[in-house]
């Protein structure tokens, strides 16, 4: 993958055209609406901001409509989910107490090599649950490929020949926001990754959370009471070594010197990135080249700007 922008929340102050600019990206803009669900496609205010035309791939609508032609297909289909809603729930049971416990000693004032010791063990047990459940998630995603291999269905190949002739004209791909899992389910059920590569891209929000490497949930102010993050899914690996945190200025407790800690030792060496009203991250080849508005967490609990390779 050549270029790659990376850019916060796009719905009150829309920064994508200057960092399209700044990027040096261009058209013809193809883009991917497909979290929006049955908002798929209303583009009347991006292509205002952009000032051009653009064309949706339309991945939410195209597979409503192989559903409706493959029937067996669809029935695998949600038989996985309802497997995957399953996995989701006994992993954050199990992540509670595992959460609490690694929480509840990096919050004691003892600072002794055997508390230290307690600590480590404690990320690392989170580490090996995350681990674990992402294994258990991509097996039942390689048994589907198995048993149904999607892609050589007559309707999804179809559609797929369709999908990879808008794409030859694209000059770049956006992919848009959303709700995250049907996004991500909807680019893993066309091949997304294989028909994007080398397009540039630009990704925001939860479009964003799809495309790195994994897919975390998080927010430690919900309703509730204070949330545990969760790793959700295995994204499509296009950004590799860092997590987007999209909203974290509302949705993470920066201030929380643990909270913090305990999130930026628990996934490196992947670098946690926050997304926010005016971020923007231009990586090229993998590397990040240009950032602003965006902090990466610290294992010491801090927060720093993030830093582009020199």
């Not at 064309?55 to 995957?84: C, G």
């Not at 090996?128 to 291999?149: C, G, K, P, Q």
Request: contains cysteine; aromatic residues 6%; hydrophobic residues 45%.
């Amino acid at each position: 993958m050549s270029d790659v922008l990376i850019l916060g929340p796009q719905y009150r102050a829309p920064n994508l055209r200057d960092a399209l600019a700044e990027a040096g990206l261009a058209g013809p803009i193809v883009t991917v609406t497909a979290g929006w669900q049955e908002r798929e496609g209303e583009l009347g205010a991006l292509e205002e901001h952009l000032g051009q035309r653009v064309r949706d791939l339309r991945l939410y609508e195209r597979a409503e409509a192989a559903f409706a032609q493959d029937p067996p297909l669809h029935d695998a289909y949600r038989q996985r989910q309802n497997e995957l809603r399953r996995l989701q729930e006994l992993y954050r049971g199990r992540l509670a107490h595992a959460k609490a416990a690694a929480r509840e000693l990096l919050q004691a004032a003892d600072d002794s090599e055997v508390m230290r010791k307690a600590r480590r063990d404690a990320i690392a047990a989170l580490r090996r649950l995350d681990a674990a459940h992402l294994r258990m998630i991509a097996e039942l995603h390689e048994r589907f490929e198995t048993d149904w291999s999607p892609t050589r269905r007559p309707v999804i190949a179809r559609q797929r020949q369709e999908l990879a002739h808008v794409l030859e004209s694209a000059g770049t791909v956006c992919i848009a926001g959303g709700h995250v899992a049907v996004l991500l389910n909807r680019l893993r059920l066309f091949g997304a990754r294989r028909l994007l590569h080398g397009k540039p891209l630009v990704a925001w929000s939860a479009g964003a959370m799809a495309i790195a490497e994994r897919v975390v949930l998080f927010h430690d102010h919900p309703p509730q009471g204070a949330g545990n993050a969760e790793v959700f899914e295995s994204g499509l690996g296009l950004v590799p070594g860092t997590i987007f945190l999209p909203h974290a200025a509302t949705r993470l407790a920066l201030s929380d010197v643990q909270r913090v800690a305990l999130l930026a030792r628990r996934f490196r060496p992947a670098v946690c990135r926050t997304l926010d009203e005016g971020s923007w991250l231009h990586f090229h080849r993998g590397e990040l080249r240009a950032a602003a508005a965006s902090l990466r967490l610290l294992s010491s609990g801090g927060t720093a700007p993030a830093r582009a390779v020199a």
